[in-house]
């Protein structure tokens, strides 16, 4: 069987797509496994001016892609490729924090093929190790097994290192005690038009060592996909969406115009300057600062002055399909006064096992 592969999904949700942590990564879903030596070739993520329209008309691998890397260059990133369900989720990390309330573009080029080799040493004498590479833009079909059989102890000179080694195709020899200095220029040993092997010149290869690499058919991704993400102001929030996405409905059209033009507006009731009021920011996804209206230094904080209650989204069921929540943590809140009218709060897990058994959190002065 032939394999493909296509972009399925981003699976960063669209929220944060157009609000992305300057530190969070970037999680794209093949149908499979991209080739590991080609990814830094094919997937490319850059900035892109804030004026610019995109994805623009036309042929994307076009100007405004080599405009945008030529004057802003790629983000280098680490990347990590791992099975998830039946399909593979690239990670891409950033290196360098990614600039504030800016434009990215995610580019998967045409071209990229998947994983459609497998290497195994079959007989290891020290730490030499061969790669699998993949040129040019045909299809890739030849299925067949390949095996090297080091006949030489590597040879090492001044500015050389020379093995030799016998090459089989489907056990049947092509290559016989042939030697090639893994230092020269382009040192490569093809397979077929589109698949070579380098060897890794930084260990020798030892005698009667022996690698095997097979090969399937496969087919390269056949259009190039683009995403554009939008990075936060605030380097730390996201802040959640108001209300969930859906399908308009005729009632909620009825409800809008109800709402909004059809009934006048209540005037908003005045503040006493006697009521406490309060307003709360979050500073980190872990902590969050309340103002009050008023200077509260010359009250008394204890913890019978605060009640705390948690939210529905602790007991999501998605979160905990996704490991993000069990029903058996327990939360250590505290707080401080930092200013005449403000309280610092922290909530942390309670790795220390404070919490009394039939409660969810415990509240402590800082």
């Not at 209650?309 to 996704?322: G, H, T």
């Amino acid at each position: 069987m032939t394999l493909s592969i296509d972009v399925v999904d981003i699976k960063n949700n669209m929220h944060q797509l157009n609000a992305l942590p300057i530190e969070e990564s970037v999680f794209v879903l093949f149908s499979e496994k991209p080739d590991p030596e080609q990814v830094k070739k094919y997937v490319s993520l850059f900035r892109i001016d804030s004026e610019s329209t995109w994805p623009s008309v036309g042929d994307p691998n076009h100007s405004q892609i080599l405009y945008s890397k030529e004057k802003f260059g790629n983000v280098e990133y680490d990347f990590e490729i791992v099975a998830d369900a039946d399909k593979f989720s690239l990670q891409i990390d950033p290196i360098e924090k990614l600039y504030t309330n800016s434009r990215y573009v995610l580019f998967v080029q045409k071209g990229l093929s998947p994983q459609y080799y497998a290497t195994q040493k079959l007989v290891a004498r020290g730490n030499s190790s061969i790669s699998v590479q993949t040129k040019g833009t045909e299809a890739l079909v030849d299925e067949s097994v390949y095996e090297i059989l080091i006949t030489a102890t590597s040879l090492l000179e001044p500015g050389k290192h020379t093995i030799r080694f016998d090459l089989y195709k489907d056990s049947q020899a092509i290559l016989t005690n042939y030697a090639l200095d893994i230092l020269s220029f382009e040192a490569r040993i093809n397979l077929n038009d589109n698949t070579y092997i380098v060897f890794n010149s930084r260990y020798p290869f030892i005698n009667t060592e022996r690698f095997r690499v097979t090969l399937d058919s496969a087919s390269r991704l056949i259009n190039s996909k683009t995403q554009e993400i939008q990075t936060h102001i605030d380097a730390d929030v996201i802040k959640a969406e108001d209300n969930p996405s859906g399908r308009i409905e005729y009632a909620d059209i009825l409800n809008f115009y109800k709402d909004n033009v059809f009934v006048q507006q209540p005037e908003p009731i005045p503040t006493s300057p006697t009521t406490l009021t309060t307003s709360v920011a979050y500073k980190t996804l872990s902590s969050f600062v309340v103002t009050f209206n008023r200077d509260i230094s010359t009250y008394t904080l204890n913890t019978s002055s605060f009640e705390f209650s948690f939210s529905e989204a602790f007991d999501n069921y998605l979160l905990k399909n996704i490991a993000k929540y069990s029903e058996d943590n327990k939360y250590v809140i505290t707080y401080k006064l930092i200013g005449n009218y403000t309280v610092l709060f922290s909530i942390r897990p309670d790795t220390t096992n404070i919490v009394p058994a039939l409660d969810r959190y415990v509240l402590l002065g800082a």
